[in-house]
């Protein structure tokens, strides 16, 4: 979505977005299954998230739930989300500073 938004905001081309979408793709990412301790830990944590923050929905707070528990910057083009939350949470990143971006 974000390549798509960028498509019509920014000018990139079709094979521009195709390339920035493989350098995604390029990412080495491991999903890494979760128990059901795990899971809860994550919903009780987005939901705290989601109150400290004042957000108005909680799945905005699991990216950030995810990032925290996982020990990882979340970057993301969600300059809202970067605002309710970036002052108190130095792990959260535009991803326009991502490098090569």
């Known amino acids: 979505n974000t390549i798509r938004r960028r498509m019509r905001s920014d000018g990139l081309t079709l094979t521009q977005a195709q390339d920035l979408l493989a350098g995604f793709f390029a990412v080495p990412i491991t999903l890494a299954p979760a128990g059901s301790a795990e899971r809860r830990r994550?919903?009780?944590?987005?939901?705290?998230?989601?109150?400290?923050?004042?957000?108005?929905?909680?799945?905005?707070?699991?990216?950030?739930?995810?990032?925290?528990?996982?020990?990882?910057?979340?970057?993301?083009?969600?300059?809202?989300?970067?605002?309710?939350?970036?002052?108190?949470?130095?792990?959260?990143?535009?991803?326009?500073?991502?490098?090569?971006?």
């Open 42 to 101: 994550l919903h009780d944590h987005a939901l705290m998230l989601a109150d400290r923050f004042e957000l108005p929905a909680v799945y905005d707070a699991y990216y950030v739930a995810v990032a925290d528990l996982r020990r990882c910057p979340l970057w993301t083009d969600d300059r809202q989300l970067i605002r309710a939350v970036g002052r108190g949470w130095p792990s959260i990143r535009w991803i326009g500073d991502y490098p090569g971006s």
